[in-house]
T-cell receptor, first 113, second 111 residues
């Protein structure tokens, strides 16, 4: 079956611009996670959705970052006033009721120039 | 101190070797421990996970957790060139199962 998909695969934007990153989880998965992976580092947790609600957003670095999942399926990560330090690979993962097994998408590589 | 520490390597071994990858963690709340494999420019792929202390085997892969020393290991037997990747360990605790990852170890298996 189809895995987690993320679009775009690559995004180059100028400092100060707004970007949206999209995640399509595995069909039927109720839990959705966003992580950020900087070069040479492991993924770092950003936010967790259970259904439509953000159950834990403690990893969002500041109020420029926001994520939604309005219908409990597709999620969008939104970054306002991008900074060069936001450059990273943004990974999305989803899981079923047994949250242990998180399946990751290929990521969106964001470059802020 | 990061919650999960992992030697980034790189680690280079000949084909057929036994590989040992290790992590330490500091968060006593971690109950679940995962190993992910990540190929270059791809998303992490779950290899296996263990709950609390003990061993778990899956084919050529064995995961070990020692909660008394806060030490987790992954062993790869009969390593293959296709095993060349970055291996990420992660811990999880609490009801939301968010993962805390190490930096990853870059492994190269030479034919």
């Amino acid at each position: 079956g189809a895995g987690v998909s993320q679009t775009p695969s690559n995004k180059v934007t100028e400092k100060g611009k707004y970007v949206e990153l999209r995640c399509d989880p595995i069909s039927g998965h109720t839990a959705l996670y966003w992580y950020r992976q900087s070069l040479g580092q492991g993924p770092e947790f950003l936010i967790y959705f259970q259904g439509t609600g953000a159950a834990d957003d403690s990893g969002l670095p500041n109020d420029r970052f926001f994520a939604v999942r309005p219908e409990g399926s597709v999620s969008t990560l939104k970054i306002q006033r991008t900074e060069r330090g936001d450059s990273a690979v943004y990974l999305c993962a989803s899981s079923s009721g047994q949250h242990l097994e998180q399946y990751f998408g290929p990521g969106t590589r964001l470059t802020v120039t | 101190q990061k919650e999960v520490e992992q030697d980034p390597g790189p680690l280079s071994v000949p084909e057929g070797a036994i590989v040992s990858l290790n992590c330490t963690y500091s968060n006593s709340a971690f109950q679940y421990f995962m190993w992910y494999r990540q190929y270059s420019r791809k998303g992490p792929e779950l290899l296996m996970y263990t709950y609390s202390s003990g061993n778990k085997e899956d084919g050529r892969f064995t995961a070990q957790v020692d909660k008394s020393s806060k030490y987790i290991s992954l062993f790869i037997r009969d390593s293959q060139p296709s095993d060349s990747a970055t291996y990420l360990c992660a811990g999880s605790g609490g009801s939301n199962y968010k993962l805390t990852f190490g930096k990853g170890t870059l492994l190269t298996v030479n034919p």
